[in-house]
Each structure stands twice: as C-alpha cells, then as structure tokens.
C-alpha cells in the first residue's frame, strides 16, 4: 500500500495559480512514477500529469500544456502539480496517483496503469 494525500485544492477566479500537494508514504517512494488524473462532474476521470520516478521525465495533456507543471521531491515523498492561468474548465477533482516502477525514466498516462489512489482534492475556478 502507498497511501497518497492530496491538498491545496480550493477556489480560485479564472487567471489565477493553484499548487496542489500529493505526499506519500513509504520508504520507497523514488521507485514510484506519479500522476495527477482530474474528474469534472458528469465526466469521466482525466490524464493531467505524470511524472517518471527520477523526475527526468514528463507528461501532460494537451488541454493544460504550458499552464500546469508537474514535479516531485523524492526526499519529501511529495508530487506536486502547479497550475496556471486557470480556467473555468479545469475545475474538477484533481487526484494522485501512483504506480511501482524499475523504468526511472518512464510516465505513465493511462487510469489502468496506476495502483494507487488519493482521496481527491477539489479545485474550483470560477469566471
């Protein structure tokens, strides 16, 4: 099990940042690639971000490329996703997500291709 905690959601005004958290448990967290997945109401969940776990590598949709950066700091266990210029489309429930990997520098993008989940933590922009 990697239990994974997100925070930072909230609400913002369209234009603005938001930084969400994603910490980790376990002593092995640099082994883990991580992703940031998103569900909007009526919709299903969404590909953001990912991250290989060296951190070399990175992944976005095409929906927040240049507005959203994913990152980590193995040494804190955390992942996180800074979000940019947002807008009122990429209001959702943005989650964590994490898979146990040997390829350091290999992101993932598919829902089948992470184990393990966050709780979810909303982010509302409004216009």
């Known amino acids: 099990q990697v239990p994974l905690v997100e925070s930072g959601g909230g609400l913002v005004q369209a234009g603005g940042s938001l930084r969400l958290s994603c910490a980790a448990s376990?002593?092995?967290?640099?082994?883990?690639?991580m992703g940031w997945f998103r569900q909007a109401p009526g919709k299903e969940r969404e590909f953001v971000a990912a991250?290989?776990?060296?951190?070399?590598?990175?992944g976005y949709a095409d929906s927040v490329k240049g507005r959203f950066t994913i990152s980590r700091n193995n040494a804190k266990n955390t992942v996180y996703l800074q979000m940019n210029s947002l807008k009122p489309e990429d209001t959702a429930v943005y989650y964590c997500?994490?898979?146990?990997?040997?390829?350091?520098?290999?992101?993932?993008?598919?829902?089948?291709?992470?184990?393990?989940w966050g709780q979810g933590t909303q982010a509302t922009v409004s216009s």
């Open positions: 991250i290989s776990w060296s951190g070399g590598r990175t």
């Open positions: 376990g002593r092995t967290f640099s082994m883990y690639a």
């Open positions: 997500a994490a898979r146990q990997t040997s390829f350091m520098d290999t992101y993932y993008s598919e829902y089948s291709d992470y184990r393990y």
